[in-house]
């Protein structure tokens, strides 16, 4: 916007006139932004909340493997016991 110097009503009204049209403009550009901003951030909502699903299954998938060695560990104590003990495969 270049300044100008106003002298008359006619000019006041032009000069408002142009300058709201520009504020009229430069809002209309700032919503585009927000919308965008808006969606990009909708995106990243997503993307986490996925990101989340896939950490909870990897816990779980985890805490299996764990619950499964622990098992598998104590049935090999046991099977060496009863070899021990008995003097018998199993």
Do not use: W
Not at 13 to 35: L, Q, S
Not at 59 to 73: A, F, G, M, N, Q
Request: no cysteine; hydrophobic share 35%.
């Amino acid at each position: 916007m270049t300044r100008q110097k106003v002298t008359t009503i006619p000019q006041l009204a032009d000069a408002m006139h142009t300058g709201f049209k520009e504020i009229r403009a430069d809002v209309k550009e700032i919503r585009n932004d927000i919308a965008s901003v808006e969606n990009k951030v909708d995106v990243l909502q997503t993307q986490t909340s996925d990101l989340t699903d896939r950490v909870g299954k990897v816990e779980v998938r985890i805490s299996d493997l764990l619950d499964y060695s622990t098992l598998k560990t104590e049935h090999d104590r046991m099977k060496q016991i009863i070899r021990t003990k008995l003097g018998m495969e199993v």
